[in-house]
């Protein structure tokens, strides 16, 4: 059994080996600042599969503890009961013992009255003044009868105790035995305990790191997504986005990435809350459909400080006020949206404005990058639902929560975690945001309480000819199919990969089309041409795409969807980029 042992041991150690290059990258700690984003994805990917490979090698050593556990268990269970059996055997010899001294002496005491009264008085004498023979002799019979019992017990008394002692002796062997066993799995269950710690301490360091990439690779994204200027409310600005399906580029072949919802589809859905409010849904109703939270509470009496920043508590104080005449300064929804929306909304911005300010004692900014305020009070309607809700707020555990929302979540919400990374808050939840099941792309087009925003479904981006549309050409999709697999093949090509319109971040050449599908067919890859066809496949239980499938005239390659959007907005170009974990594709 040793040698599986060793064996496990040997596959962990090469495991801890094996994490020290990944293809020419530099992927550690200090140098990630240095990455660009498809880098820092190779780097992640690696660090996830040398997790993955150290889970696989701990489990058998886990499941190998679990065994030893339990067959220490039973010894142990088996010592106690020859410890038992050892004490009650110890206590029956002391017990005959005793009663065979007890039965000796009553023995001996009958002996010595025979003695004595044979001694003050002959035999002849007894049977002569007996009044028969007969009685005489019954008199014999009876003290060779009693004094023969006696005998008896002695002797079985004294064969119990010497079968006692034997049972004794071997009872304390098999203790002995069961003793040193279990010392052996004591020691060999320290030992598999002891690497397994060590193998959590490398899947931790691990674990941070991928999370630490991510966070940089996400931050990098960000960037990009931020040329779209795309407003995370509806305050943030008119929703622009274009339904490119009207749009004719001027090219047939033409593929164009919808993605439904913006931005980050975390809290409330701000076009779900008109969709819900419009079909007679209150606005607790809304809001519970949105946000887990206790209960509500009346924290009216608040103050409010408003700055001239981008951020909570920079800048220059602006405004001060009560918390409700805040609330009344408000501009996220349209006025005209169904009360219940108004109401919603209105609690929503009171929750999240008490606790990303700690109950007033910072300053918030007047923005969309908190929420958008103006010095004049909105009126009208939104003025009336901040009376009828004067006060309210979500509390979890006695506290406001951080009600975040955003304009449209494409059909389904996340948690924060989910979206930015971090601990998970628990008043954010994931939600299939529909009246009924999903089943496919034409349910959640026809389902989807936000289905009526203009950025329930939309390509992001465009470029200055074509229409000013977002759709490709074969041979551009073609290309970026091509990045992705010289990519995979080699990770050094990695700072010649970014987008051909613009200056390469990484400060040195990019490659042309041409170049990459050379690059390609010299490291044994297959290049693309064209493409024929492009699909997904999506998971509508919890609103991701998992797969993209794309055919033409070098075969057909599957993609994890992740690899594919980071490929995907690195070298699409002008500004056309998918924006959400939902999306499909369009041929025109």
């Keep these: 059994m040793k040698w599986r042992y060793f064996l496990l041991l040997v596959i962990m150690l090469s495991l801890g080996a094996g994490m020290r290059s990944v293809a020419a990258i530099d992927c550690s700690e200090g140098n990630i600042n240095n990455l660009a984003i498809e880098q820092l994805e190779i780097c992640k990917n690696e660090s996830q599969k040398e997790l993955d490979m150290s889970l696989a090698a701990t489990a058998p050593l886990e499941t190998e503890i679990k065994k030893l556990g339990a067959r220490i268990a039973a010894l142990q269970k088996g010592i106690n009961t020859a410890l038992a059996k050892l004490k009650t055997t110890e ?210 009496n608040r103050t409010i400080k408003v700055n001239n920043s981008n951020e909570i508590g920079k800048g220059s104080i602006v405004w001060t006020g009560s918390l409700e005449e805040y609330i009344k300064r408000i501009y996220e929804i349209p006025s005209s949206w169904p009360s219940a ?14 606790a990303v300010t700690n109950n007033g004692e910072q300053s918030i900014c007047a923005n969309q990058h908190c929420q958008v305020f103006k010095a004049e009070p909105k009126g009208g309607d939104w003025d009336s639902a ?83 549309s977002a759709w490709l050409k074969s041979e551009e999709v073609a290309d970026i199919v091509n990045v992705l697999l010289l990519a995979q093949r080699d990770s050094s090509t990695q700072n010649h990969l970014s987008q051909i319109d613009k200056p390469n971040p990484d400060g040195t050449d990019t490659w042309d089309m041409e170049k990459v599908k050379s690059e390609l067919r010299n490291k044994g890859g297959k290049s693309f041409n064209s493409i024929s066809n492009v699909s997904v496949s999506a998971d509508f239980g919890i609103g991701k795409t998992a797969n993209v499938m794309v055919s033409g005239d070098a075969g057909s390659q599957t993609f994890s969807a992740n690899d594919f959007i980071n490929y995907f907005n690195l070298r699409a170009p002008a500004n056309i980029q998918i924006v959400g974990p939902l999306f499909n594709i369009e041929k025109k």
Aim: charged share 25%; net charge positive; with cysteine.
């Design 341 to 354: 929306a108004l109401e919603a909304q209105a609690i929503a911005a009171r929750s999240y404005a008490l």
């Design 386 to 468: 901040v009376g009828r809700t004067t006060g309210k707020v979500m509390v979890v555990d006695g506290k406001a929560i951080t009600a975040w929302y955003a304009s449209t979540a494409g059909g389904y919400t996340f948690t924060n975690s989910d979206i930015w990374g971090g601990s998970q808050r628990s008043w954010t939840k994931r939600l299939r945001d529909t009246h009924g099941d999903v089943g496919g792309w034409g349910d959640l087009q026809s389902k989807a309480y936000d289905r009526d925003s203009p950025c329930f479904y939309a390509a992001q981006g465009w470029r200055t000819q074509y229409n000013k």
């Design 91 to 300: 206590i029956g010899i002391k017990e005959r013992s005793e009663k065979v001294s007890t039965q000796y002496l009553v023995l001996a005491v009958k002996i010595r009255g025979m003695y004595i009264r044979l001694r003050s008085e002959p035999l002849w004498v007894s049977l002569l003044s007996s009044s028969s023979m007969g009685e005489a002799r019954r008199e014999l019979a009876y003290r060779q009868e009693s004094n023969d019992k006696d005998k008896q017990v002695i002797v079985s008394l004294v064969q119990e105790i010497g079968q006692l002692e034997e049972d004794k002796k071997t009872l304390e062997k098999q203790k002995e035995q069961l003793s040193k066993l279990q010392a052996e799995l004591d020691k060999q269950n320290l030992f598999f305990q002891a690497e397994v710690k060590k193998a959590k301490a490398y899947q931790s360091d691990l674990s941070g790191k991928i999370a630490q990439l991510s966070s940089k690779q996400q931050q990098l994204l960000a960037e990009k997504l931020g040329s779209l200027n795309l407003p995370t409310s509806l305050g943030g600005g008119a929703l622009s986005c274009t339904d490119d399906r009207k749009l004719d580029p001027g090219f047939s072949n033409a593929y164009a990435f919808f993605t439904y919802g913006i931005p980050h589809r975390v809290g409330m859905d701000q076009y779900g809350a008109y969709g819900r409010a419009k079909e007679g849904q209150t606005y607790d109703q809304i809001l519970k459909s949105y946000f887990n939270f206790d209960d509500y509470r009346d924290e009216g």
